[in-house]
């Protein structure tokens, strides 16, 4: 697998797609961070890291009735083309109706907390 987080966001849209309550993916800490995030932000139920040699991040979904919260993501930065952005270039997703996933020198964060903190990175993903 060439890139985690694109299948990461792939499974999320696919399990959404089939309205199932929850699904299981490889563990690292990048995935665990963004599930944090999208916790965080209201996207996803709640997570969980299971195992301890071959650790597996389990995520359960939130519904509005047979609708999902989550309406799309898409993976910005790729393996083959990196994007960075600085402080002051973050995008707002969907008029700030959606989240844009950064990769800081401080760790992952939203794009209003990096506008905050005045700090750019890489531009992961963007959720709506």
Not at 101 to 126: F, H, P, W
Request: charge should be positive.
């Amino acid at each position: 697998m060439n890139d985690p987080i694109s299948d990461m966001l792939t499974r999320i849209r696919n399990a959404n797609r089939a309205l199932l309550p929850a699904l299981e993916l490889p563990h690292s800490r990048m995935k665990e961070s963004i599930a944090g995030i999208l916790k965080r932000e209201g996207y996803i139920a709640e997570f969980a890291v299971e195992g301890k040699t071959m650790k597996t991040l389990k995520l359960k979904l939130k519904y509005q009735g047979k609708k999902s919260v989550i309406e799309g993501m898409r993976r910005i930065s790729t393996p083959g083309l990196r994007r960075y952005v600085g402080a002051g270039e973050i995008p707002r997703v969907r008029g700030g109706l959606g989240v844009a996933v950064v990769s800081t020198s401080e760790g992952l964060m939203t794009d209003n907390q990096a506008r905050k903190k005045n700090i750019g990175g890489e531009l992961l993903c963007y959720v709506w």
